[in-house]
């Protein structure tokens, strides 16, 4: 018999064991992770358990009678176990209803967990999602490069990679979370945006997930002339940042960086992320963006958001 009760404070360590095991989750799903900014969300995530065991977990929260899954991530969804299959997924997904029905909740943003980032096959709630009559609402196109076999560089991006290696560009690993952020924050301002992350906040999340959360450099004469900010799921990898200054870009430091991170540091997984190219709320897709990515080899996956009136 399946149970969904609200997740608690004391469910966090069963929590990550659940998500460490799952076919879909990855590390933004640990509580370490999700509770960084705990303060701006009013948490109403889910746990399903049978027998007392979790099989899946449900990070979500809740603003003005609607739930997302999770406001505070990229993706979310039900995060689920091999034990949860697709019948019993469809029950989850009605007791899911019901305890947000009783919780004054109107509708409800899903918000699943591209394919790319699946350790194992795992869309038993897009089926049920369609079952519960949710509707896609919104969707994003990022750019995913297949690192065995894919479709490799361009000309163009080989150029660029051989331009940058000429005028003495050297790749590294990097430990300067605040001159990135500074070199982060000075680009984007230039197109009416800020990081999603403060200095601080970067700092702390990298103290929690040193393995995973790491900068990559490239400098020439010691300044810092471009930077990846790089988000390791193990078998699918993703640049959550990425940023190059006005030199950077003169020399091409950033394909340089790129063309390493995905021809070599990272050659052995099995996909590297670039992010989304879309705007408006996936209305309008950034060309110049997205053309970018596609020079390194990478091609089109959606984020998607569904709508669930509950």
Known sequence: MLEVRRYQPSDANAWDAAVARSRNGN??????YMDYHADRFTDCSLVVERGGE????????????????????????????????????????????GHY?????????????????????????????????????RRDISSVALLRDGAGFSDTRRRAIRKAKSAGVQIQRGDDLTAFHALLSEVLRGHGAAPTHSAAE?????????????LHEARMDGALLAGVLVYDFGQTVHAQYIA???EGKRVDALSLLLG????????????????????????????????????????GVVHDFYEWTL
Do not use: C
């Open 260 to 299: 390493e991170l995905v021809d070599a540091v990272y050659a052995d997984r099995t996909y590297f992320s670039f992010g989304i190219s879309t705007e408006q709320e996936g209305r309008v897709l950034n060309s110049g963006l997205v053309a970018q990515k596609e020079s390194f080899g990478a091609r």
């Open 244 to 246: 190059a200054s006005a």
């Open 101 to 137: 029905r009783q919780a004054g909740a109107q509708r409800l943003i899903y918000k699943p967990v591209p394919h790319v980032f699946h350790a194992y096959p795992s869309e038993e709630d897009l089926y049920a999602l369609q079952r519960m009559g949710a509707r896609l609402k």
């Open 202 to 214: 970067l700092s702390l999340l990298q103290s929690r997930f040193p393995g995973q959360i790491v």
């Open 54 to 97: 979790m099989v899946a977990v449900f990070p979500a929260n809740i603003r003005e009678h609607v739930v997302t899954s999770h406001g505070g991530l990229t993706y979310a969804g039900l995060i689920a176990t091999h034990e949860l299959r697709a019948e019993s997924t469809l029950a989850v997904f009605e007791r899911m209803a």
């Open 27 to 32: 590390f933004l799903h640990r509580r370490a």
